[in-house]
């Protein structure tokens, strides 16, 4: 008998991945495919690129030693179908199979391809994750705002993470009151595990550089782990030397260091090096031995069974057409200076030139600045979304599109965040040490060397008041700026307008 093709994505690099645990190694192919359709829907990082071959290369040759049949197309093969729906045609024209079991990726342009194809596709769910579609869309049902906070405690119940009995260890379900400390001194993590790379890497290496070297980013030095063991020592170091002090300085961020007391294991996570659940019992388990606090382990553990499944939960929930929301009507290109064009801004050209270099930036960096600077601005929500997506080594859709669309952008009306997550300078201020640096005065609030960010912020809450003067917890914004004189309100304005005609006409902000 004919056997079956069994689609392994670069994202799916887990040995008890559903697709796998559905096969049968005696006669059924594995396909992997480095293809250009998937390496070039947007202009990814270089590091992206070289991390995703490397570990898919990686773990083929850990199935082959496992005893499975592997089929693997490299990127620079003369016959490579381009695509992922060609590689299987192709695969099909010359194994004789006609049916193909994948397990579902995690992008709906993607799933939708699948299906397109003439071959008889088996579609199995992703159960690396901890909420199921079906459950999810049973929390959802009837619910009028879809808080995380309560899905959090759901997937608290269902792991038994930080539970006793059906209590939250410590009485509390979260410990972010403890959490959110501004930017410490000094650090005393030395930053994640690098890893040199191996020969493999060394040759995909190569392929990248000629290939996508002109992509926005940088491929070397490339210190990522590729494959499960070094991802395993990376989180072991995580734990082992961050995690004390990840909930303290959580929300920190600093001029002179990239990381802090992140965990940097995104990466691995998303595309199946790591499970979260040995994630989150190494977490607990450094708590219950009395190595990490309470409020660290918790925090740490709410990322990822919390929000993690929860943006995921979203993305699904609302289909496809999520990505092309824009609730607020943003219609501005995206400025230059993102793609590494000169800013003024310190704050954003340290979290730009470290996404150059590293293909990383903490949430903070995403979320209250580069993700604040562009909401505050009027950014087209599409744009801003396709640089997430291209610029940092975790980004998928399902995770990406919520993060920016819905929590960071506004652009879905508010499923997700109750609230805009929009700040003045003072904010970066009080979390950094940015401002010290910067051509800007944080302290000033209109005129040339006044922080952008304080213009920009006023601008946004007059832009919008009609929508958003009847939130509750804005209305303290709102006052604060019916109590100002109303010549200094003029200003600001026209202040924040000038910032943003010279933004369109490319000048340097
Ligand atoms: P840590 O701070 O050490 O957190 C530990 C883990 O928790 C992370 O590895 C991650 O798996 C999980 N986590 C934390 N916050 C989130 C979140 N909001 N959503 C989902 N998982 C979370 N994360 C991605 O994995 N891929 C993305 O493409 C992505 N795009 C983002 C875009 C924007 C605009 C924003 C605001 C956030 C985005 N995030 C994304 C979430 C978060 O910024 C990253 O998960 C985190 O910075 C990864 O670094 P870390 O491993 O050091 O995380
Ligand atoms: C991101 C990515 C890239 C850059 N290249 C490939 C590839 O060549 N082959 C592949 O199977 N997967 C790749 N991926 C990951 C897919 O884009 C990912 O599976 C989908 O976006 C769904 O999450
Ligand atoms: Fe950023 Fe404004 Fe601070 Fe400059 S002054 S670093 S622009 S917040």
Redesign the pocket.
């Known amino acids: 008998m004919v056997g079956r093709l069994i689609?392994?994505?670069?994202?799916?690099l887990s040995p008890d991945l559903s697709a796998l645990r559905a096969a049968d190694r005696g006669r059924d192919t594995i396909l992997?495919?480095?293809?250009?359709?998937?390496?070039?829907?947007v202009p990814?990082h270089p590091k992206?690129?070289a991390f995703?071959?490397a570990a898919?290369r990686k773990f083929a040759q850990y199935l082959r030693a496992e005893g499975w049949q592997v089929r693997y197309t490299r990127?620079d093969d003369p016959d490579n179908a381009g695509s992922?729906p060609g590689e299987l045609l192709r695969a099909a024209n010359a194994t004789g199979a006609t049916d193909i079991i994948a397990t579902e990726?995690?992008?709906w342009?993607?799933i939708e391809a699948l299906r397109d194809t003439p071959l008889k596709l088996t579609l199995l769910e992703d159960d690396r994750f901890l909420c199921s579609h079906a459950e999810f869309r049973d929390w959802a049902k009837g619910r009028k705002a879809l808080r995380m906070e309560y899905f959090y405690r759901e997937m608290r119940r269902k792991t038994g993470l930080l539970m006793e009995g059906d209590q939250p260890a410590g009485g509390q379900w979260n410990f972010d009151h403890d959490n959110r400390k501004p930017a410490p001194d000094a650090v005393t993590h030395s930053g994640p595990l690098a890893f040199e790379p191996d020969d493999t890497t060394e040759e995909v290496l190569s392929l990248v550089e000629a290939r996508f070297g002109a992509n926005f980013g940088r491929l070397r030095p490339f210190r990522f782990a590729t494959d499960r063991a070094q991802a395993r020592q990376a989180l072991d170091h995580f734990i082992a030397h961050a995690l004390p002090s990840f909930g303290d300085y959580q929300d920190a961020m600093l001029d002179g260091n990239r990381f802090l007391y992140h965990a940097v294991i995104s990466p691995y996570l998303n595309?199946g090096l790591l499970s979260p659940m040995e994630i989150c019992r190494a977490a607990e388990d450094a708590w219950r031995a009395g190595h990490a606090p309470l409020n660290a382990a918790e925090g740490f553990i709410r990322q990822i069974i919390g929000w993690r499944e929860y943006v995921r939960g979203i993305y699904f929930l609302e289909g496809p057409g999520y990505t092309g929301r824009n609730a607020l009507g943003h219609e501005r290109d995206l400025p230059a200076f993102y793609w590494g064009a000169p800013t003024h801004m310190r704050c954003v050209l340290r979290a730009v030139e470290q996404t150059r270099d590293e293909a990383y930036a903490h949430h903070i960096q995403r979320l209250m600045v580069t993700g604040n600077f562009a909401l505050l601005a009027g950014i087209d929500p599409a744009q801003v979304h396709e640089w997430y997506l291209a610029v940092y080594a975790d980004?998928?859709?399902?995770v990406e599109a919520p993060n920016t669309l819905g929590m960071s952008l506004f652009a879905d009306g508010g499923i997700i965040a109750s609230k805009p997550y929009v700040s003045s300078g003072a904010y970066i201020n009080r979390m950094s040490d940015y401002c010290g640096r910067c051509r800007y005065k944080v302290s000033v609030k209109t005129g040339r060397g006044a922080c952008p960010f304080n213009l920009l912020y006023w601008h946004f809450l007059t832009r919008h008041r009609d929508r958003f003067e009847g939130n509750p917890r804005m209305a303290q914004m709102y006052r604060t700026w019916d109590r100002m004189d109303e010549d200094r309100r003029r200003t600001v304005l026209s202040d924040a307008d000038d910032v943003l005609r010279r933004l369109d006409r490319g000048e340097v902000i």
């Not at 992997?32 to 829907?41: G, K, N, Q």
């Open positions: 689609l392994v994505l670069g994202d799916q992997m495919a480095e293809v250009a359709a998937e390496a070039s829907y990814h992206k690129i995703l071959f898919m990127l992922i990726p995690g992008e342009r993607l595309a980004a998928y859709e399902w």
